[in-house]
């Protein structure tokens, strides 16, 4: 029971119910852009978390607050950013080389 090739809220409800069966290998349309949000999330999260942890501690051993704790954070920030234009245009790669297959598929049919 997909609505026009996708798969609508009414039918996951059914599928849950036991009534439909879906195909394992059919992913549904949201699940690749969770995906992404993840994983650029983590490349904010856990630098700046890991700097903020690691310049405290670094302050409160050399009693040097608040340069630690900003010195460690700004290079996080870097670490960050670098991971992020990675990530980014790995995604953007990926992006245009489905639009590249699916325009010479397009044009093979015709």
């Given amino acids: 029971m997909n609505c026009q090739?996708?798969?609508?809220?009414?039918?996951l409800f059914f599928a849950r119910m036991g009534e439909i069966k879906q195909d394992p290998?059919?992913?549904a349309w949201w699940q690749p852009a969770i995906m992404v949000f993840f994983r650029l999330s983590v490349w904010i999260v856990v630098p700046v978390l890991l700097g903020t942890l690691i310049g405290k501690w670094l302050d409160n051993k050399l009693?040097?607050?608040p340069w630690g704790l900003m010195g460690i954070v700004g290079i996080a920030f870097v670490i960050s950013m670098v991971g992020l234009v990675i990530e980014t245009t790995k995604e953007y790669k990926k992006i245009v080389g489905d639009e590249?297959?699916?325009?010479?598929q397009i044009i093979n049919n015709k």
């Fill in 5 to 11: 090739g996708r798969i609508c809220p009414c039918c």
């Fill in 25 to 27: 290998r059919v992913s």
């Fill in 63 to 65: 009693d040097s607050a």
């Fill in 100 to 104: 590249k297959n699916s325009k010479s």
